[in-house]
Structures are given as C-alpha cells and as structure tokens.
C-alpha cells in the first residue's frame, strides 16, 4: 500500500500541480488580453467622427452619452438623439441616409462597444463623472478621434493605479481624494 501512495505522490501529485498552475496561468493571461483592450477600433454600422462632432462642434460628450451623471452607465446614443440634428444636417450623406433608415424602421442601431469594464466588476460612471473626472482620462482624446479606438486599459491595476494617484493621475483636478482601494468597491 505505501508503495501505491509514494507512486501516487512521485508521478500523479507533480503533474496534476503542473496542469492546475498551467490552467491558472492561460486562463489568467487570456482573459487579460481580452480585458485590456488597449488599440480596439471595430467598424461601426454607421461611421461616425467624434472628431467632428466632440472636436470641432464642440458637442458635449452627454448630450448623446446620456444619463452618465447620474447612472452607473454612459447609454450608446440610439437614432433618435442622432435625429435631432441629423432630420436636417447633411440628410444626403450616404451614413445619414444608413442613420435615417435605422431611425424610421425603429431598429437600434447595432454599434460595437469599445470601452467595457470585466463583468465581474462594478463600475459608476456617475461617480467618477461627479467627482469632475473628464471622460478623457479614461477614454482618451476622442475629440480628436475619427474612430473610436480604446487607448488605455481598463484593468483592475489601472484602477488602482489612478485611485492610489489621483494627483499624478489627474493634476487638472484640485484637493482631489484618493478612490477606495478595498475589494469590495469593485466586487460586488
């Protein structure tokens, strides 16, 4: 019988070890890759320039980005708000027509989500937003983004980093508090 347990522990022990660290170690990297996201730019169904709408129209990133004040999310702008100036701005352009066609047919517009957060974690835009943070800290220049691409990783130790270093992080904002760095805030 000690026999069968010394083999158990020489040959079974080491590699059953070795096949869990291994697992640990893809799964830990894969879904890293895929969280950090850092140079995603998808097409969108309809091409839209926030360089010429958050750049030189100077339109406010929540007149289409609603609800980011108040609610954890930034809501993706359906046809609708996009109709509000678009029922008359440049209605020949072939992207408006696309736009108008979604609009009247009453179907959302399937864009493609660039910034996302792990689905394990609890994010509050509204948090951030009130606190003075600007959409550009974590988004990037968008305003000078002709398609949206993501420039910074949204990861867990890029949180940290800005909730540890507001100062170094964000020097635009004055007297500003370090976010929470317990578990807890995120994982809900």
Known sequence: ??????????????????VAIASFAVTF????????GVGYAPDQPINFSHKLHAGTMKIDCQYCHTGVEKTRFASIPSAAVCMNCHTQARTDRPDIIKLTEYYKSGKPIPWKRIHRTAEYAYFNHSVHVSAGIDCASCHGDVANMDKVSQV??????ACLDCHRNPEQK???????KKGP???WACHR
């Open 29 to 36: 990297y894969v879904s890293r890759a895929e969280r950090d």
């Open 170 to 176: 964000l020097p635009y904002l004055k007297n500003v």
């Open 152 to 157: 910074k990783p949204f990861t867990m130790g």
């Open 1 to 18: 019988m000690s026999s069968f347990i010394d083999y158990l522990l020489r040959i079974r022990l080491p590699i059953v070890i070795f």
């Open 181 to 183: 760095e317990h578990c």
